[in-house]
């Protein structure tokens, strides 16, 4: 059973608010990310933790904070968000294929993703 | 430039009318092509994973196929829960590591209307 659970559902804070998305797996996956996706749009990588590591982060504003406290775990922790960060943030999930430079991730899985609407 | 096309932006089908989405690709070394369905206001669910030229998938009313520069995924008579945005995602060959790094097309918005 392929399934990537994210929580919250929706989320409304204000630009001074601190919060915290939340990504769970059970699939056995050592590869996790965070994607952003906004309307009628295709999704855009943010981040990747590979072995729990942060291997990739796209240039990502600091006020997008991930942690990966094990490896079945992902948060992305919120801080003095703008209005054009409202957008649906999904999370992901991978096998590992390949080591060190040819790391590569087998299928990408993604969660029902977290509503963001920052006001 | 796109790397990823998808076409037609958009497919309005009745059902049981049978037809082809198109997800061209404009660079070489592929690691995989993906397809995905995408419901409004949820994420991506996976469909199918193809590697190399030639190769072919099914599931339910939907089949991928795969050629050098391009996938098509066949729906043969839709339904219409069917109707969803499909998307293209393929993964390239780097030098480094190709981690995460999906090149995602920007869909096609199917509906299926009885």
């Known amino acids: 059973d392929t399934e990537v659970t994210q929580t919250p559902k929706h989320l409304v804070m204000g630009m001074t608010n601190k919060k915290s998305l939340k990504c769970e797996q059970h699939m056995g996956h050592r590869a996790m990310y965070w994607y952003k996706q906004k309307a009628k749009k295709p999704p855009e990588l943010m981040f990747v933790y590979s072995y729990e590591k942060l291997s990739i982060n796209e240039s990502v504003p600091s006020r997008f904070s991930p942690e990966c406290p094990n490896s079945s775990l992902l948060n992305l922790h919120l801080h003095a968000l703008q209005p054009e960060d409202s957008a649906l943030y999904l999370c992901?999930?991978?096998?590992?294929?390949?080591?060190?430079?040819?790391?590569?991730?087998?299928?990408?899985?993604f969660g029902e993703g977290s509503w963001l609407t920052v006001v | 430039e796109d790397q990823v096309t998808q076409s037609p932006e958009a497919l309005r089908l009745q059902e049981g009318e049978s037809s082809s989405l198109n997800c061209s690709y404009t660079?070489?070394?592929?690691?995989?092509l993906f397809w995905y369905r995408q419901d409004p206001g949820k994420g991506p669910e996976f469909l199918f994973t193809?590697?190399?030229a030639g190769e072919e998938k099914e599931k339910e009313r939907l089949k991928a196929t795969l050629t050098k520069k391009e996938s098509f995924l066949h729906i043969t008579a839709p339904k219409p829960e069917d109707s969803a945005t499909y998307l293209c995602a393929v993964r390239l060959a780097d030098r480094g590591s190709t981690l995460g790094r999906l090149y995602f097309g920007r869909g096609t918005q199917l509906t299926v209307w009885p």
């Open positions: 193809l590697y190399s």
């Open positions: 992901a999930s991978s096998q590992l294929m390949g080591m060190g430079r040819r790391l590569s991730g087998n299928t990408i899985y």
């Open positions: 660079v070489s070394g592929l690691r995989g």
